[in-house]
């Protein structure tokens, strides 16, 4: 049982530093916690991006849960201002213990039971009623400290505050997140959080406690910061079990880069895959149907110099390199990690032919979309490997200006190809990419490929919960003029497993299907959704 602490006094607490050292260190802890609540929020918005995609419907819910639950927090600290320290003290103690291992849970609830929602809207609530909390008990304590008017004594507290989640803000991306990783970083700020939290009550108001009260912080304070070091030295061997549940037992790669996580497995059981932020991109087991499909039919006209956009795998590349004509290959990924592993590791390496090793193409490492902004150069074929479109970083390079850009590197008779998602399970994104490619000032011709095997990225897969094979992939075949049916032409080679007819045949499928009046997705107005 908590101790009846001290009644409140008009003057100012009897401390063991002067006033205004003791407001000094108030507000220190004030800048520390605010530092500390935004790398949690901003963590649970990263890790659920990660994890679940749509990353705009992810920070939507992480923060209007969160600022309606710090309204909460606020009104539940009314009852704890006749005990401010014991009542600070335990809040923060929650709070690091809370938002130190939310990327923790989060992140095995994803691993184990394949759904991450509903822990991260529970964090996301619990997290904002502690954040909530906290200032209308540190303004008491802060009263306590040195007595001034409150206009000043709020105007301290929340410029203490901003000023803490700015720093919070900047050293989640840039400090945290490379040197550390999420689940570690995480942690790392719950520590220091338990550490301010628990120094300033312990310390500044330790006159305010009695025994027990003194007791119950130290233990509690105590206790989660041996649960986050325990947790941080078990960190490595969690994350390896977690990503064999999530991938299985034959993760050869796994790396944490400045853009994703990238996750290389196989090829035991004659499959190799290649896994990009949690989403299966490239599995051998039916890739080659797929890059056939992508390349060949726009390689039936002038190619001799082409520029594939992603595709850092190599695999593309490596079906453009099999025509003998071609002059040079661009190729911009915005990852430098997946075209160094593309080009060293054995078993990728043979999968894309040693493209890397080809004198004709060039790797560039940047955004696409800022690329073709500074380029000067004209091609006679683009071609758009990109992640399916969503409400994603890669929105801009499925919208109406991207395209524009493209018509501009465009030779006079050149043609631009792009990965547009598979048709029969999301309908809604692929015609909404054939009428960003039209709004882009190109003619356009969609069509599509059975996606008969298993385990690629236009469908759900084993990294994201899914189940069901890939039914198509869908794609759209576009010029500055009108577009003919497209074909696998003469000098194409020898395709494992598309017969000639078959490209025609899903053209007219697609038209078939075709949705009239799909809006353009632009960079003001994007129209994507991830669909499950």
Known sequence: MIDQQMPLRRGAAQLPVRPRTGRFLVLAAVFICA???????????ALASYLIGDSVTQASVVLSVMVFAMGIGSLFAKRLRNRPAVGFGLIEASLALVGGTSALVLYASFAWLGESRYALVGFSLAIGILIGAEIPLLMTLIQRVDRQDAGGTVADLFAADYVGALVGGLAFPFLLLPMMGQLTGALFTGT??????????LWVFRRDLGPRSRGLLILVNGVVILLLATASVLVDDFERA???AVYGDEVRVAVQTEVQEIVLTGPGHGSLD?????RLRVSSRDEHRYHEALVHPAMTGPHRRVLILGGGDGLAAREVLRYPDVESVVLVE????VTRLARTDPALSALNGRA????????VSGDAFTWLRDTRDHYDVVISDLPDPGITASTKLYAAEFYGLVAGALEPGGRLVVHAGPPSSRPATFWTVEASVRAGGLAARPYRVDGRLTGFAAGPDRATGGTEAPRDWGFVLAARHAVGLPRIGPGAPALRALGEREVPAGTRSAERVRRHGVPPSTLVHPRYREEP
């Open 274 to 278: 290649l896994y990009l932020d949690g």
């Open 242 to 244: 977690a990503r064999r």
């Open 35 to 45: 530092a500390c609540g935004l790398v949690y929020e901003l963590e649970l918005v």
């Open 192 to 201: 220091v959080n338990a550490v301010a939290g628990g120094a300033l009550v």
């Open 334 to 337: 915005l990852d430098p990690a």
């Open 356 to 363: 890397y090793a080809d004198p004709r193409l060039t790797a």
